[in-house]
């Protein structure tokens, strides 16, 4: 069989679901390869595969199986081909392992679509499954904390010191109310930062919390990367100075509604402007930069 591969994404990152077929489809001997138009004719099968619903949808020809948020929340990979270790070939340039040690989250935040595509917490994957003898990974968990699973598991990558960015944030809220699960943030390899959020005020308490508890344990506030959803200016000013004195990384996101495809405002994308470009905004006030 000839299979191919589209990465609809347009990010430099790298996609996760198609690693895994190409791992499945290389163990059955079949030919896999990047989706090429002029070679379309000769493909059995194409697998593409798109994370965000705003990227434009590529125009493919063939047998073509469409996957990810961006298409479907719902169409998901097989279990077997779930836990497949990926096919690192792929991304020669990724040198780090990639996976989920858990999936789902038990929040319910109105912005995010987890918790309808993926439900509650549950354990996903051990870290040996798709580590494939690497020394880092970047983990995409969406709330690996409320796990005993993915505590766990964190105690094993530190057992086994192994570096790890779980990139889609830790609950602030759960290392504010337990100093152990600090403690054990503190002990873990981070490739670059410890991440978390910081979504709408009401959670600065918890934030400021948090940042005492590691800060007992050693972890300082300048490694701390922040997500901040840009929904009201008001709000996001705050949450912003906030962070700015604490002296965390805050990275600003302005809010995209999904359900209704209403792209973000153009106050909010200067907004986000102004906090991520980290030179302007450690010196220069928002009014000055408007």
Not at 32 to 44: G, I
Not at 162 to 176: P, T
Not at 245 to 261: G, M, S
Request: net charge positive; charged share 25%.
């Amino acid at each position: 069989m000839k299979v191919a591969l589209n990465d609809n994404n347009r990010t430099n990152f790298p996609n996760l679901a198609l690693m895994k077929l190409a791992a499945h489809h290389k163990a059955k001997g079949d030919d896999v390869e990047w989706y090429m138009p002029l070679r379309s004719r000769f493909y059995d099968r194409v697998y593409t595969s798109k994370v965000f619903t705003f990227t434009p949808t590529d125009s493919l020809w063939g047998n073509v199986i469409k996957g990810g948020t961006g298409y479907n929340l719902f169409n998901t990979l097989p279990e077997k081909i779930e836990h497949t270790c990926p096919d690192y070939s792929l991304y020669p340039e990724f040198k780090k392992a990639l996976g989920f040690l858990t999936r789902g989250c038990p929040n319910k935040c109105k912005w995010c679509v987890v918790p309808k595509k993926e439900g509650n917490i549950k354990p996903n994957a051990d870290i040996e499954e798709f580590l494939n003898n690497r020394k880092s990974a970047v983990l995409m968990d969406n709330n690996v904390l409320a796990s005993e699973h993915g505590l766990k598991q964190i105690e094993k990558i530190i057992n086994l010191k192994i570096k790890v960015d779980f990139n889609q944030g830790l609950d602030a809220r759960i290392i504010a109310e337990n100093k152990q699960i600090a403690r054990l943030l503190s002990k873990t390899k981070w490739i670059n930062f410890i991440r978390m959020a910081c979504d709408h005020k009401e959670q600065m308490s918890n934030v400021e919390k948090a940042l005492q508890n590691l800060n007992e344990f050693g972890v300082k506030n300048y490694r701390i990367f922040i997500y901040m959803l840009v929904t009201d200016l008001d709000d996001a000013l705050e949450r912003a100075l906030f962070l700015r004195k604490l002296n965390t990384v805050p990275f600003a996101q302005p809010y995209r509604d999904l359900e209704n495809n209403v792209p973000p405002s153009t106050e909010q994308r200067r907004f986000a402007r102004w906090v991520n470009h980290k030179a302007i905004f450690k010196t220069v006030d928002w009014n000055e930069y408007v």
